[in-house]
Every structure is written in structure tokens, then in C-alpha cells.
């Protein structure tokens, strides 16, 4: 008796069929940012069977990831092993059969067009705004299209970016908000199951794109109050701004512009990061306040200092954060600059 494929009970399913699975089968998908939307992306894409995933992110599993980053276990932590590297090693045990690159690396304007190279479809599983806006020009440039979601706290919000088609993320939202005046995960908490709805709603798009539906692909703005059960759509199809400098124009300011820079000070212990864009004067006091839950932080001669509570460097001990009022930051404690930069983006902020 012929084996029953394991991708049956999706074939099934009429909007997929053979041939909808075969398209899922030959695409090549990258995930940028394996935290948690990554997680439960990455999980239904590989039981969904893209034939390849490029993994991408440049920080390591933490214990306190664990609550909604559902690819990675204890034994991740304890080995403080790269996220990109975890989720490949769990991607080739749910499905041998699914190619799986891991790229340790920075999602930066030095990287992003190289790994764009022969990707069909990007899910955003990024936490910045930064990045977000550089994946966009990227994509837009590349002609790929790209899900992007986010979730803090208990809310969450998507949208398709289908490059030509639909408005890009800069025909919505000309420039990203101010560095250091968003919130973010690790400084207002948040609920995994909001996440799990988030990427799921990512992956529902990717599949649909994939197999060629697009009459079928949500082309609003949503934002979900998940706490409180509202759930808002915004249609953008008439969005689409010829004068966008992106999608309209052509310029990709954000690709363009020269990446932040991490320095490993030698014979410190330390990385300094040094941010790519200075808006002006940073607020020490803002941050200060909300750094307070993670460890003590004090101001003192113009600069922000102080030790993150249970993060800790490759030698055992903990972190600590000295930020200056133009941003500029020095982590000592670890000599990773791509560690220091996710730790800067975290509790810093973007
Ligand atoms: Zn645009």
C-alpha cells in the first residue's frame, strides 16, 4: 500500500491541493528574527512544507524566552546557543525533508540584500523598527514580498507588503518612531498567545502568496487589542503613495545608510555600540525609569549606568550597561558584538 504523504491533510484542502503544495514545496522562505513570532512561524512553515527556510537572528536563548519561544528548550539555554542554530536543529527534526540555512548575523544594510538573494517570501519576526524599515527597502528593492507582524504587550498588528501591488511599510509610515521612545517586549511583557495569533495570521498571508491566491490575501492593516478582544482593519489598497520615497520614488535611504557600528574594546571585556542614526539628545531619564524592573540604574555625570539583573556575558557574569546622552552604549561583560548589539536594541531601545 503507498505511503500516505505527510503533507496529506493539507492537500486536502482545496484552496491547496497538489498543486498548491507543490508551490510550497519548491519556495524558499526567510524568517528574520527567531524569537517569537519567528518560533511559531518557523514551526508552521516547516509542518506546512516549505522546501527551504533561511533563519536569521543574532541573539542567544535566554531562560526568560522560554515562555513564548516555543522552539527552544532548557538545554538551548543552558548551552547559551544561538537562536538561528536552535530553531535549524528543530526545523530538521520536525522535517528532515526542509532545507535549513541558520545565519548568525545582524540583519544590517551590509547583509540584507545578499540574503535576499533567491527568497521568495520574508516573515518579519524582527523586534525594531530599524530593522523593519531596512527589510522593507530591501524588499521593496528585491521585489519580495514580506508579512510583517509585532506584538508587545497584549497587543499585535500585521500587514502584507507585496512590493508594486500594495503599499510598502513607508507609504503608511514615512519614518520609524524615535529611537528610545518605543516600548518593547523586554521593557512592557508579553502574551504568548497574542504572539501565536500574530504569526499565525503571518503564515496564513505566506501560504496564500505562496500558492498563487492572490484574490484571497488580507490586504488591510490589522491591529488586534487581544486583552480586550477588538480586533481593528484598516484597508490600505488605495494607500499606495507615488511620492513614497520608497515604493515611489526608488530612494531605500534605510539600505543606504552606513550600518551602527559594534567595537569590541580590547582588553575590557566590553563592545561599544554606537547607533547608526543620532536623533538629537538621547533621554537618559526615560530609560532610566524604565530600566528600573531590570536591575539598579543611576545617572550620574551624564551618563546612564548600571548591571542587568540575570543577563549574562560568555564568562558567567552579569552584563553591565553604561549609556552616554548621544546614545552610544558600552556593554561589558561580553565581547560578542552581535550579542551586545541585541542586548542595546532590547533595553536601550530603538
Ligand atoms: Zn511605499
Redesign the pocket.
Known sequence: MAQIPRHHRQILLPEIGASGQAAIQKAHVMVVGCGALGSFAIDQLARAGVGTLTLVDRDIVEATNLQRQTLFTMADVECARPKADAAAARVRAIDPGVTVHAVVEHFDSENALELLRGVDLVIDGLDNFPSRYLLNDAC?QSGVPWVHGGVIGTEGTSLVVLPGTT?????LFPDPPAPGTTPTCDTSGVLAPAVAIVASHQVLQALKILVGASAAVDTTLVSWDFWNERQTRVDVRAS??SA?????LGRFDHLDAPAGSATVLCGRGAVQIVPASKAGRFDLHGLCDRLQTHGRFEIDSGRLRGVLDSVLGESGDEVELTVFDDGRAILAGTTDPDRARALYDRYVGH
Not at 513614497?244 to 515611489?248: I, K, M, V, Y
Request: aromatic share 0%; hydrophobic share 15%; charged share 25%.
Open positions: 521593496v503599499p510598502c511599510l513607508r507609504c499606495r503613495d513614497c520615497p520608497c515604493c515611489g
